[in-house]
């Protein structure tokens, strides 16, 4: 059964050492939206103190004893009732069966139950053509095209629940 596993403290080395194995996992999504195949344990923890600046939530997606991936998430931005979704990622190990979208499906009913959230944005690098149809095959839309902070060329993408 798939659940959530709230992440209390993402800096703990446990918690570091589990989501550096899902982030490396798929060199194919770090080279689109890192510029990289490799994070290193400085890397993954400058990006989740920047996520904590904005009071975000952290997860792993668990099946039983497996951590299949990791969302990071903040709560009503830009807006009240809207989420932005800064990280859902699984495990390459894990990917092609279904899980992705099981994972996000259950993500999306817990900000809706659980937060009241209505809308939810997201990013995704343009030359991430896997992660945009993952994304536009989960009721997205392309609302804008921008730089992220890497100079990498971002859509953005909303969907209202």
């Known amino acids: 059964m798939l659940v959530f596993e709230e992440i209390n403290n993402p800096l703990s080395e446990e918690s570091l050492v589990i989501q550096e194995a899902i982030l490396n996992s798929d060199q194919y999504f770090l080279q689109k939206a890192e510029g990289k195949t490799v994070l290193t344990s400085e890397a993954i923890i400058e990006e989740i103190i920047e996520n904590m600046a904005y009071n975000a939530k952290f997860a792993f997606?668990?099946?039983?004893?497996?951590?299949l991936g990791l969302v990071y998430y903040i709560l009503d931005q830009p807006h009240e009732h809207y989420c932005w979704l800064s990280l859902f990622i699984i495990d390459k190990r894990f990917q092609k069966n279904g899980l992705g979208f099981k994972s996000y499906q259950?993500?999306?009913d817990t900000l809706k139950t659980q937060y009241s959230i209505e809308r939810i944005k997201l990013c995704a690098q343009v030359e991430n053509k896997r992660g945009i149809q993952f994304w536009e095959r989960n009721g997205y839309k392309k609302v804008s095209t921008t730089w992220d902070?890497?100079?990498?060329?971002?859509?953005?993408f909303e969907k209202t629940l």
């Open 61 to 67: 997606i668990k099946n039983g004893d497996d951590y």
């Open 106 to 108: 259950l993500l999306e």
């Open 149 to 156: 902070k890497k100079q990498l060329l971002i859509d953005i």
